[in-house]
């Protein structure tokens, strides 16, 4: 429940921001809720306007916290009676201290906090018929020279903790919104001690075939393909080859085995990559799209928590540098091997002219669906056949299609 509080108290913070400068959401991620607040009041400071009134602790409601009037005063039968009068006097130089107030700010006790609870843990000390027995034993070593007033914060702290109860996550959640370290984030990944090998070449070089060799052979694997497409023919070729494979896109869910007894193996668009399931071997194809602006955090996230033994990233060798800066943050190394192209790419002399030129076997990029209709037809009309693939097709459409490019008859 105080979790749920402080995630809502959290969203408070944003919201803060956004109302004083869009510029201050940036830094939402990179700081802790202690600095988050910081910045908050020190905006407002800036502003002129009133702290109380920006102060997100004016959020919280506090609780009153009472002495239970059944308890024994064991307090009194072991060091005798206080005087109220020396209590106050304790009392009121304990919180006058500069170092109190740092203290309390270091624990969580903003002014707006500290005011509250220093009154009532005045009211309660004052007025309790009968002090918890450990308080009731320092007040007295305090006042008999055997003890000092910073000896009360404790159960300074122990009241405040009573009347604020967000105050006992705090420590939790400067830890959750800590985001300056991801690795963190995946503790399955971490406490294994694993192997990542970075297959690097050109397109049509062999270096995903490779890695997926080892996917089949391994007890449990995952593959994280880029496209459904490649994520449909991964789970394909795992099953036709008598390793039984899930699939698991953002559109489908295909269970060999039924749901109930999910397979050993699965092959899965990147985004559906589970970070809490414990795989032999993890394949991740296209590791440098990495640096796409809004699909990088994926392949991002997969690297840093996929709990695999053994990882294999395959992608242009460009990226090899980026990988091992991410694995360095996560105390890991990475073997690269490189692959050459199998088949030499040539640039032709001349443009294609028109579709009367079009051989089997060429491939046809159009950048709207009403140019590769155009296009089609185009070639269909010259006798023949055409396969056509675009992001709309479902993923079983894109596949036969694929396969009636890939089949010579």
């Not at 007025?127 to 404790?154: K, N, R, T």
Request: proline share 4%.
């Amino acid at each position: 429940l105080y979790l749920f509080k402080m995630f809502h108290f959290r969203r408070k913070v944003v919201i803060l921001y956004c109302s004083f400068h869009k510029i201050l959401v940036t830094n939402t991620l990179r700081c802790s809720i202690g600095e988050e607040l910081s910045v908050v009041r020190n905006y407002s400071q800036k502003k002129g306007k009133k702290k109380s009134t920006n102060s997100v602790s004016t959020l919280f409601v506090p609780i009153s916290v009472k002495s239970n009037p059944d308890d024994i005063n064991v307090g009194v039968e072991l060091t005798g009676a206080l005087n109220k009068g020396d209590l106050l006097k304790i009392l009121t130089k304990f919180y006058q201290k500069p170092e109190i107030k740092v203290l309390s700010l270091e624990n969580g006790l903003d002014s707006y906090i500290q005011n509250q609870v220093y009154a009532s843990f005045k009211k309660f000390c004052l007025e309790a018929e009968s002090l918890p027995a450990d308080l009731h034993v320092v007040f007295s070593d305090i006042l008999q020279d055997a003890g000092h007033v910073d000896d009360i914060f404790p159960y300074y702290l122990r009241h405040a903790r009573q009347m604020f109860p967000h105050l006992e996550c705090m420590d939790d959640l400067r830890k959750i919104s800590d985001l300056r370290s991801p690795a963190n984030w995946y503790p399955n990944a971490r406490s294994l001690n694993r192997r990542i090998i970075f297959h690097a070449g050109p397109t049509n070089s062999g270096k995903t075939y490779h890695a997926l060799e080892r996917y089949f052979s391994a007890k449990s694997g995952v593959y994280c393909g880029p496209l459904k497409l490649l994520a449909s023919e991964v789970f394909k070729k795992a099953n036709d080859r008598g390793v039984p494979c899930d699939l698991i896109t953002g559109e489908e869910r295909k269970f060999v085995n039924g749901e109930d007894n999910p397979a050993r193996h699965v092959s899965c668009t990147v985004e559906m990559t589970s970070v809490n399931m414990p795989y032999e071997v993890a394949v991740i194809d296209e590791i440098q799209m990495m640096r796409d602006p809004g699909r990088g955090w994926a392949w991002t996230r997969a690297l840093l928590g996929v709990a695999a033994e053994e990882i294999h990233v395959c992608g242009e060798e460009g990226a090899v540098d980026l990988v091992k800066y991410i694995a360095a943050t996560t105390g890991e190394d990475v073997e690269v091997c490189k692959y050459k192209r199998l088949t030499e790419l040539t640039l032709e002399s001349s443009s294609l002219g028109s579709l009367n030129n079009v051989r089997p076997g060429d491939c046809i990029v159009c950048f709207s669906k009403n140019d590769i209709y155009t296009v089609s037809r185009g070639i269909e009309a010259r006798g023949m056949e055409v396969a056509v693939i675009y992001g709309g097709l479902p993923p079983g459409t894109k596949l036969a299609q694929a396969q009636k490019f890939n089949d010579p008859d």
